[in-house]
């Protein structure tokens, strides 16, 4: 009986043993499963971060193009505060045959272009008043729009007779309209008044005979 007993309490040790085993094998296990999802999900998480970090880079490229393209891209007209007015007395007379040719210039004084688009008025009166103004514009000879970078000038001719050719000799440059100054308005703009002066900068006339003055389209 004792043998019996000693057999017996030896086997239930045993098995007490083999169950204490797996328990601590299945609890190693369920440490490892755990850590191996711990770092499944914390490496889905790295992706996720760079996807976000490339995502908010993007709108800060497409803002910087638009910044660069300056809005809808749109010129300001040129105005009388943005520019400068000189008008220049043609060099040469005129002949029978050909006009005397002076010079509207429109210099850009601003730090951005600006555009002249449609018909630029001229107004020359005469200094005595003795006749009737000369005006006109440059509508018969175009009116497309011409860009002007800030420091640049934009040029249009006027023709014109500075002499009277059916006079007598001694009476030739006597003519109706003799101006030392002229008004120039923009399109849409106010008008200014401009002194005439030589090519070189020197106080001039603008002597016109008859009534027939061409204004011609500004060019850049």
Do not use: W
Request: charged share 20%; glycine share 12%.
């Amino acid at each position: 009986m004792r043998v019996r007993t000693a057999v017996a309490a030896a086997a239930v040790l045993a098995a007490g043993l083999t169950m204490t085993a797996c328990q601590n094998d299945d609890k190693a296990s369920g440490s490892e499963s755990t850590g191996s999802t711990a770092s499944a999900q914390g490496g889905s998480a790295t992706p996720s971060a760079t996807a976000e970090g490339t995502g908010s880079g993007t709108p800060g490229a497409t803002g910087g193009d638009a910044s660069a393209r300056g809005g809808d891209g749109t010129i300001a007209a040129c105005t009388a505060r943005t520019t400068k007015a000189a008008f220049v007395a043609a060099a040469r007379h005129a002949t029978p045959s050909r006009p005397a040719t002076g010079t509207l210039k429109i210099t850009n004084t601003s730090a951005k272009p600006c555009t002249i688009v449609g018909a630029t008025s001229l107004v020359a009166k005469d200094d005595q008043g003795k006749s009737s103004p000369i005006e006109t514009d440059n509508s018969a000879a175009g009116t497309d729009a011409v860009d002007v970078r800030p420091g640049a000038t934009a040029t249009a001719s006027v023709s014109y007779a500075d002499l009277n050719f059916e006079g007598t000799e001694s009476a030739r440059q006597t003519c109706g309209v003799q101006a030392s100054k002229v008004e120039i308005a923009l399109p849409k703009d106010v008008s200014r008044t401009v002194k005439v002066t030589t090519d070189t900068g020197s106080a001039a006339i603008f002597n016109v005979c008859g009534k027939e003055v061409k204004f011609g389209a500004f060019r850049g």
